[in-house]
């Protein structure tokens, strides 16, 4: 069975800064892996999605993603924060898109003035 | 254009009494819809899937039950609610037939708070 590991459950980084959340999944087959961003009290918007095309998977907002099988990374990153960056953001995958997604417990970015 | 459709917004309700969480989607047909639950510091975790109308796949066994009594309504209830209930309940579709690798679209949420 697929699962998801997102390390550390809060990030905080300076407007301009760099971000990287990361995001290490586990899967049996070539898995499908997404990235979504959650606002307060909102559901929860796709931000980008890696299905076996290109490794550097580009997203909304200037987010992009690298899926490196031989690390089972998919982190993403964005090279300068914005304020309205800050949202809680998920990782997520299927294995082969035949079983439901399964979502990372998630990581809150803060991004200080 | 499509979309969906959750209420109420945020619910408080005691231990013991029901639940009734309703979801619904406009603008597209046959979709597969979902529920999810998201607990503090515990992510997101699927309750309910159905590819169609009367077709309800159950995750993980609790006291919730949901039933899909139109193409594009799913609903999300319990007969008595237990202070575990509480949390921040999503309603999602995804386009019909599509496998687990097509995007998932989800509603605004309810926040269930249960005393």
């Known amino acids: 069975a697929q699962s998801v590991t997102q390390l550390g459950s809060h990030v905080s980084v300076s407007e301009g800064a760099l971000v990287l959340l990361r995001c290490n999944y586990s899967s049996s087959v070539p898995p499908y892996l997404f990235w979504y961003v959650q606002y307060p009290n909102q559901g929860l918007q796709l931000l980008l999605k890696y299905t076996s095309a290109a490794t550097l998977v580009k997203g909304i907002n200037g987010f992009e993603a690298e899926f490196k099988k031989s690390e089972t990374s998919f982190h993403l990153t964005k090279p300068s924060a914005h304020m309205s960056d800050a949202a809680e953001y998920f990782c997520?995958?299927?294995?082969?898109?035949?079983?439901?997604?399964?979502f990372g417990k998630g990581t809150r970015l803060s991004v200080i003035a | 254009s499509q979309t969906i459709h959750q209420w109420p917004a945020t619910l408080v309700q005691p231990v013991g009494s029901p639940l009734s969480l309703e979801c619904t989607v406009e603008?597209?047909?046959?979709?597969?819809l979902y529920w999810y639950r998201q607990a503090a510091g515990r992510g997101l975790q699927l309750l309910f899937y159905s590819v169609g109308i009367g077709q309800i796949s159950s995750e993980v066994p609790q006291n919730l039950s949901a039933s899909r009594p139109q193409d594009r309504q799913f609903i999300l209830s319990s007969k008595k609610l237990l202070l575990s209930d509480s949390g921040f309940y999503l309603c999602?579709?995804?386009?019909?037939?599509?496998?687990?690798?097509?995007?998932?679209?989800f509603g605004n949420g309810t926040r269930l708070t249960v005393t």
């Open positions: 999602a579709w995804s386009p019909f037939g599509a496998n687990y690798n097509s995007p998932l679209h």
């Open positions: 997520a995958v299927s294995d082969s898109g035949n079983t439901p997604l399964v």
């Open positions: 603008g597209t047909s046959n979709p597969n």
